[in-house]
């Protein structure tokens, strides 16, 4: 289904008759870990961060999942209408029979510093998790803003937005606690319960449709 609204209802909604659109959609299925391979090229080529390009962790449980490339898919839009302004990175979705979820979704690799906000920073004083969600709130606002594509956003069970964060110091392998070591138990043990659960933004109506902000931390996994 979500092949059709983008190859077809999508495009049509916007006037658009294209001949060929490029789609860029894989599925899902377990463990999984989605990827900011541009932000973390930086990485790579320091060294120094313990950063393995795992931006996000993500369970499908039983589920199949359909990833779909959607900064890619836009980018061809860019000449027309539904090409311009902010879009995410990926679109999550699981719209076989029951339309359980869709999510849409932005990774960043970055040092907290410049994911929260600060007023002396001269570039992006809000921070960047603000100017992601803005980013989300477009790429779903391109759906909600026409009823074809709000009818089939509206038929899903859950809609999420998700803000995947990595530090990328934030090792990937697992910390151990050490007998006696009073001050790193319980940093391993704030590690361990600010890394259980997503954290819940807030929720936003865009266009009278509901979605649930998400942020993803590392290593959290966010259970689909
Ligand atoms: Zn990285």
Redesign the pocket.
């Known amino acids: 289904m979500i092949r059709e609204i983008l190859l077809q209802t999508l495009p049509q909604a916007y006037g658009l008759n294209r001949g060929h659109i490029q789609l860029s959609a894989n599925e899902l299925a377990g463990s999984v870990a989605l990827s900011d391979t541009a ?2 090229a930086n ?1 790579t080529t320091k060294q120094k ?1 313990p ?1 393995d ?1 795992q ?1 996000m962790r993500m369970n499908t449980s039983a589920a199949t999942v359909i990833l779909v490339d959607h900064e890619s898919y836009i980018k061809q839009f860019s000449d027309a209408q539904l090409g311009k302004g902010k879009n995410c990175d990926y679109m999550l979705v699981d719209d076989s029979g029951s339309n359980y979820k869709v999510a849409f979704c932005d990774l960043t ?1 970055s040092l907290a510093k410049s994911v929260e906000p600060d007023e002396r920073r001269n570039s992006l004083p809000e921070g960047k998790r603000a100017k992601v969600m803005a980013q989300l709130a477009a790429s779903v606002r391109r759906f909600t803003s026409k009823d074809a594509t709000k009818a089939y956003i509206e038929g899903f069970q859950h809609r999420h937005c998700i803000f995947g964060w ?1 530090d ?1 110091f934030v090792s990937n392998s697992p910390v151990t606690p050490r007998r006696g070591d009073v001050d790193a138990n319980m940093m391993i043990m704030g590690v361990a319960t600010s890394g259980s659960e997503p954290l819940l933004l807030h929720h936003q109506e865009i266009d009278g449709v509901e979605f649930v902000f998400y942020q993803v931390k590392y290593p959290q996994v966010y259970n689909w």
């Open positions: 932000r973390c990485c961060p950063c390009k931006t690799c990595r990328p």
